[in-house]
């Protein structure tokens, strides 16, 4: 079984680009959660995504937007990039989209702002 | 008010003895659960305990337990004959809301530094 795959795995733009972050969830899984870790801090919620369709946010702007394709698979669009998006993201994935269940986590993309 | 609390930003515990992490939480909705997950060095999340606002047993997964005191709005992880490998962060999280709104919000975590 092929657990939760994010790349790249580190990423360095400048301020105002825009970047695209990729995430392969857990086979079976059909539930994808986005968090921005910045450094020293814990994890904060971005979205979640069910089926395609977004399933909950957290209290980012829109310039952060996100995807899941048919098999699950899911994109992380941030435009306009800030020095303050330099974070860890990290890209969870579990069964379904119900309380309980456990999300099992990628190693995360380190993203770099100039 | 913060939606979790983790009072302790750094802890050192001897090699085998036990270990408390502190964790508070607030909540208005009544249906909520409670996880931890230890963060190495390396960063990847690591899954450790669940416990629902309507279990009534306190959650064990192994030499991991959640002393979850509902009234209290507190959910400490207890970690029994700590090991080396246990040095890392430690982070308590929460999940609040319902299909189509559900939440996961993080505390700030612990440092736990496991001493030989």
């Known amino acids: 079984e092929t657990g939760v795959t994010q790349s790249p795995t580190h990423l360095i733009k400048t301020r105002g680009q825009q970047v695209t972050l990729r995430c392969s969830s857990q086979?079976?899984?059909?539930?994808v959660s986005w968090y921005q870790q910045a450094l020293g801090q814990g994890p904060q919620f971005i979205f979640q995504y069910y089926r395609e369709e977004e399933n909950g946010r957290g209290n980012f702007p829109p310039r952060f937007s996100g995807l899941q394709f048919p098999n699950y698979s899911s994109e992380l669009n941030v435009n306009a990039l800030e020095l303050d998006d330099s974070a860890l993201y990290l890209c969870?994935?579990?069964?379904?989209?119900?309380?309980?269940?456990?999300?099992?986590f990628g190693p995360g993309t380190r993203l770099t702002v100039l | 008010a913060q939606k979790i609390t983790q009072t302790q930003p750094g802890m050192f515990v001897q090699e085998k003895e036990a270990v408390t992490l502190d964790c508070t939480y607030d909540t208005s909705d009544p249906s909520y659960g409670l996880f931890w997950y230890k963060q190495p060095s390396s960063g990847e999340m690591i899954f450790l305990i669940y416990?629902?606002?309507?279990?009534?047993q306190n959650a064990t997964e192994g030499r991991y337990s959640l002393n979850f005191q509902k009234a209290r709005k507190s959910a400490n992880l207890v970690i029994s004959a700590s090991q080396l490998g246990d040095s890392a962060m430690y982070f308590c999280?929460?999940?609040?809301?319902?299909?189509?709104?559900?939440?996961?919000?993080f505390g700030t975590g612990t440092r736990l530094t496991i001493i030989p």
């Open positions: 969870a994935s579990s069964p379904v989209a119900v309380q309980g269940n456990e999300q099992f």
């Open positions: 086979s079976g899984h059909n539930t």
């Open positions: 999280a929460m999940r609040e809301g319902h299909f189509g709104n559900e939440k996961l919000t």
């Open positions: 416990q629902g606002s309507y279990d009534q």
